[in-house]
């Protein structure tokens, strides 16, 4: 069975901090990678896409994929409380359905 | 202008009875699906379907049918609803790019109280 492995925590950082994510998945042969931002209540945005290793930098966020370690992370600098949510890593597992971990909470603190 | 759209936003109804959630996407996708959201925040697939093929996921209880009367709608059935299917039903869609992009864009979800 496909799985992807989170951290649930929360995860604490104060404001101007960099906010470091991670996320493992099992199936070997997934191609595609994302990061989704979930606020309470509301639906997951998609904040960041990756398919190559290495990483990919958006403004303040960066994805970071290591195929060979199965890893996938998001790191957020200069963490702003507006950046508190559940973070949701997604795997694509085939027939473009995506598997997603169970989400890492971020608390930014003022 | 809303990308993906679903309605209803809330839906309480009684066991037993029988609803369906309407969705809508206007960004020309290819692909849609359906995604549970339980209590405890787990997002699962359901459904994944476009013009060609429906992947039903064998986990998904056969109360449960999608249907798609064109490649902008994907409405989600329920019969005889239990009490355990109760969460927050999304749609989503993306486009089908062989090898390219498969990014998915989500709906604003249905709360689906059932009691």
């Known amino acids: 069975q496909k799985e992807v492995e989170q951290n649930s925590g929360p995860l604490s950082v104060p404001e101007g901090a960099i906010a470091s994510l991670n996320c493992t998945y099992s199936?070997?042969?997934?191609?595609?990678f994302f990061w989704y931002r979930q606020y309470s209540g509301k639906s997951p945005e998609l904040i960041m896409s990756i398919y190559s290793n290495g990483d990919k930098e958006d403004g303040r966020f960066t994805a970071q994929l290591n195929k060979a370690s199965q890893y996938v992370s998001l790191l957020i600098r200069d963490s702003q409380p507006s950046d508190s949510a559940t973070y949701l890593c997604a795997v694509n597992s085939g027939y473009s359905t995506l598997t997603f971990g169970k989400g890492t909470m971020l608390l930014v603190s003022p | 202008d809303t990308a993906v759209s679903q309605t209803p936003k809330y839906l309480v109804t009684q066991m037993g009875n029988d609803k369906s959630i309407k969705c809508e996407q206007n960004l020309g996708h290819d692909t849609m699906y359906w995604y549970k959201q339980d209590s405890k925040k787990f997002l699962k697939i359901m459904f994944s379907y476009n013009n060609k093929e429906l992947i039903i996921n064998e986990t998904v209880p056969n109360r449960f049918s999608p249907k798609s009367p064109d490649k902008a709608h994907l409405n989600l059935h329920i019969n005889s609803l239990e009490l355990g299917d109760s969460a927050v039903y999304f749609c989503?869609?993306?486009?089908?790019?062989?090898?390219?992009?498969?990014?998915?864009?989500f709906g604003p979800g249905t709360r689906l109280t059932v009691t």
């Open positions: 199936d070997r042969g997934s191609q595609s």
């Open positions: 989503a869609s993306s486009p089908i790019l062989e090898g390219g992009p498969d990014e998915q864009y």
